[in-house]
């Protein structure tokens, strides 16, 4: 039956045309969405991108190897995003209309639309790109009725986009912008690791190195032989939170005003991470959560912030993180990198694991009673009830977990001993503040800035770092950014309020006479105090100041403000103006902070919320 066979030959001819007629309309319709999402993701990827950055202060304050760190990802996927985006209903409205169109089943067009209606439908929010999404089905739903045809004649030059070898230019521009930051990050690749450790509320003269009676830190003091300690350095304010922001930022607390537990660490600011960050370092952190937690702020610049999950005693330990800590160093032992170890370990509740608990309380079973099944939690203790011999227990304890933290942090010097990394490794081992046994009647800290809470280890050792040798010069928190920024050759900014301690790498004493400035408490009506090497002036502002001679009364014991009338209203004029002078504040502001339940746990555990 040849006729038959002509017939089904001729349907098959018409089928194939169809068919081809379908898979043209596919291609056209990739081509154009290919176009339209390559250059829409590129404008949205750039304007977020700098947004990003601006909003970050990495554009202002000239740190473009981070602003370009935030607009590559940015851009990358932007692009892809709104590619997908673009391609997908594209391609899925062209199949359909196309095949409606050729097949003239209307009831199909009636179904499609159906479900895309139901899917802009399930949009939760609007953003960007459910936006674009929302344009592009909708040109796609008029595509039927001719208007899309139109739309697409007004548009013609992304079909000729499409059509030409321009589509090529969206691509080049992409990867010229990704090869250069690569570029960028290679050309910044040497200099020293460094590593800054912060020991929440360890006091400097508990450690052996600083003349303690008891061998509580072997470690910490083979690391003081190998390079610099300062004896008296201060820490800027009473508690974590302001104390690790001056830190960062090298600035006094009434200039950055994060002075309150409901204050985060700007966006706006640039700290010591994003600086080095900026200069192609690794940055990683390990921390003890609580007042430290990314919440805070305190995460900006670091590629890695493992701030733990609660373990014992409820915030992170060193030693829960010990391990990672020791393979990520492993991880970076060919890259230049900066690594922040902050831990509870010393801070209360004094509670270390055995046996460094009972190690200096033999014979002090005076103050057994006070132990709980959480340790010796001092918030929950009337000072004024304690005895002298109960304080000695509580002190005992708390050296004990010093043994405990030092010997964890021999651990991270023997790895970079073992990976042979250590002589290119800056090393500076501090505290945020200091602890009170009684001295001013409490326990604690969030204090005055008496010398109990402020008095901090200060220990640098590295390239270019003399060894095994101790000044006296008076120091500050605010001092270590500028001496890292000086050791690594990197222009001091504008902002940072500290000095660098450099000319102690000649091997000659700083010959400047030096005052040191503290806070302590919560907000602006905190006590400040102001630190000579004679001197030391508490500014009280609802209540008398108070006025110490340090050479006769190192320990501020003696408010001898009556008897000298005259030094401490020359002191108080010079503080008051210092203040002035410092805290004209810039652009960049403490936020406000989110404090969630598991947040608020950690809190409670570390006796700042009851
Ligand atoms: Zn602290």
Not at 397 to 404: F, L, R
Not at 489 to 498: C, F, K, S, T
Request: glycine share 8%.
């Amino acid at each position: 039956m040849p006729w038959l066979t002509l017939f089904e030959e001729d349907f098959q001819m018409e089928e194939k045309k169809k068919i081809k007629s379908i898979m043209n309309d596919i291609i056209k319709g990739i081509k154009f969405a290919l176009v339209f999402g390559l250059n829409i993701g590129f404008t949205i990827g750039i304007v977020k991108g700098i947004s990003l950055a601006y909003s970050n202060g990495y554009l202002q304050e000239s740190l473009y190897n981070l602003a370009l760190g935030i607009i590559q990802p940015t851009l990358n996927s932007a692009i892809l995003k709104s590619v997908i985006l673009a391609i997908v209903p594209v391609l899925f409205i062209t199949i359909l209309v196309s095949i409606i169109r050729t097949y003239r089943e209307s009831g199909l067009a009636f179904i499609s639309s159906l479900i895309i209606l139901l899917y802009i439908a399930s949009f939760r929010r609007i953003t960007p790109f459910n936006y674009l999404l929302f344009i592009l089905i909708l040109y796609g739903l008029l595509y039927p009725i001719g208007i899309s045809a139109k739309l697409q004649e007004k548009f013609s030059f992304l079909n000729k986009l499409a059509n030409g070898k321009l589509i090529l230019a969206p691509i080049i521009l992409i990867l010229i912008c990704n090869g250069f930051i690569y570029s960028y990050r290679l050309s910044r690749s040497k200099g020293p690791n460094i590593i800054l450790i912060s020991i929440d509320a360890l006091r400097a003269d508990h450690l052996s190195c600083y003349g303690y009676h008891r061998n509580t830190s072997p470690n910490i003091d083979r690391l003081a032989s190998q390079g610099v300690l300062f004896k008296n350095a201060f820490s800027q304010a009473t508690w974590t939170i302001p104390s690790h922001t001056s830190i960062f930022l090298s600035q006094y607390v009434w200039r950055h005003k994060v002075d309150n537990p409901d204050k985060r660490l700007g966006n706006s600011f640039t700290t010591l991470a994003e600086i080095l960050k900026d200069r192609n370092y690794t940055t990683c952190a390990f921390i003890g959560g609580g007042y430290l937690s990314t919440r805070y702020g305190f995460n900006q610049g670091f590629e890695i912030y493992d701030d733990g999950s609660p373990r014992r005693r409820g915030y992170h330990e060193i030693s829960s993180c010990i391990n990672k800590l020791l393979s990520w160093l492993e991880s970076v032992r060919n890259k230049k990198f900066f690594l922040f170890i902050h831990t509870y370990d010393v801070h209360a509740p004094y509670n270390p694991p055995s046996p460094y608990f009972d190690l200096y309380t033999k014979g002090r079973c005076e103050g057994e009673h006070l132990r709980t099944s959480r340790g010796i939690i001092p918030g929950k203790l009337d000072a004024s009830k304690l005895t002298i011999e109960e304080i000695d227990y509580i002190i005992a304890v708390y050296d004990g977990g010093i043994n405990y933290m030092d010997d964890q942090l021999g651990k991270i010097f023997e790895k970079l001993d073992q990976l042979d990394i250590n002589d290119n490794t800056i090393i500076i081992l501090t505290a945020d503040h200091g602890e009170a046994f009684k001295e001013h009647g409490k326990l604690g800290h969030r204090g005055k800035p008496y010398i109990e809470e402020i008095h901090v280890p200060l220990i640098m050792k590295g390239p270019g770092i003399p060894r095994n040798r101790i000044y006296e010069n008076f120091v500050q928190h605010i001092d270590i950014v500028p001496t890292i920024l000086e050791i690594l050759n990197i222009p001091q900014r504008e902002e940072i309020q500290g000095r660098g301690i450099l000319p102690l790498r000649n091997n000659c004493e700083i010959e400047e006479h030096f005052t040191t400035y503290s806070w302590g408490g919560s907000g602006a009506q905190g006590p400040v105090s102001l630190r000579t090497r004679q001197w030391t002036y508490i500014m009280n502002h609802n209540r008398p100041d108070e006025l110490y001679d340090r050479i006769n009364d190192p320990k501020e014991q003696n408010n001898i403000i009556k008897k000298r009338p005259l030094i401490a209203q020359e002191l108080k004029e010079e503080l008051k103006d210092f203040i002035a002078l410092t805290s004209e504040a810039k652009p960049q502001v403490a936020e406000k902070v989110h404090i969630d339940e598991e947040l608020k746990e950690q809190l409670k555990l570390l006796g700042y919320l009851h």
